[in-house]
T-cell receptor
Framework: DGGITQSPKYLFRKEGQNVTLSCEQN?????MYWYRQDPGQGLRLIYY???????QKGDIAEGYSVSREKKESFPLTVTSAQKNPTAFYLC?????????????FGEGSRLTVL | AQRVTQPEKLLSVFKGAPVELKCNYS??????LFWYVQYSRQRLQLLLR??SRESIKGFTADLNKGETSFHLKKPFAQEEDSAMYYC???????????FGSGTQLTVLP
């Protein structure tokens, strides 16, 4: 079954800890994205990658880091520097950057900082 | 900088009534606009794009450059249309999507 898989679905973290969210796709897509979804604020772009071994900051990259060592994988690390990390995180991919605007989304990961 | 505004957080209509979800944008270039939908317990997915001039599930959206709007319309709402709707703008050399804050549509029986 092709698609995007995010894990874990729910994650709890203590303040001061880093946490890594996984995103894997088997769609053979070149571009991958991480969005943060907060109530009343829609989706905000954290990082994106148009090709393996390359990525760029989005609108709210501070306190986050990513890597793109494989085409299929684009993990997001929420570091202790992120001031308000409790949120719902969505990973997405597209066949090419922009790709006529069609992104394919994962089911999301909900991070709660205790 | 580009911006997408959806002024209504919540919208309720009765089944069979017309529905219009508002979207306004701010962008200096030539806009490419989209509507995404998230049904309960489903993934966010593309509903329609302005460039295709298509009607999906009875929904249409017309780009009005003069009013910088891309409102989503359906003449007769159905209960299964209840969902969160996001308007999005494709922009920049990296062709990123900028999303609005979303409108939660509830169609009442």
């Amino acid at each position: 079954d092709g698609g995007i898989t995010q894990s874990p679905k729910y994650l709890f973290r203590k303040e001061g800890q880093n946490v890594t969210l996984s995103c894997e796709q088997n769609l053979n897509h070149d571009a991958m994205y991480w969005y943060r979804q907060d109530p009343g604020q829609g989706l905000r772009l954290i990082y994106y990658s148009q090709i393996v071994n390359d990525f760029q900051k989005g609108d709210i990259a501070e306190g986050y880091s990513v890597s793109r060592e494989k085409k299929e994988s684009f993990p997001l690390t929420v570091t202790s520097a992120q001031k308000n990390p409790t949120a719902f995180y969505l990973c997405a991919s597209s066949s090419s950057p922009g790709s006529r605007g069609e992104l394919f989304f994962g089911e999301g990961s909900r991070l709660t900082v205790l | 900088a580009q911006r997408v505004t959806q002024p209504e957080k919540l919208l309720s209509v009765f089944k069979g009534a017309p529905v219009e979800l508002k979207c306004n944008y701010s962008y200096s270039g030539s806009p490419e606009l989209f509507w995404y939908v998230q049904y309960s317990r489903q993934r966010l997915q593309l509903l329609l794009r302005h460039i295709s001039r298509e009607s999906i599930k009875g929904f249409t959206a017309d780009l009005n450059k003069g009013e910088t709007s891309f409102h989503l319309k359906k003449p007769f709402a159905q209960e299964e249309d209840s969902a969160m709707y996001y308007c999005a703008l494709l922009s920049g050399s990296a062709r990123q999507l900028t999303f609005g804050s979303g409108t939660q549509l509830t169609v009442l029986p």
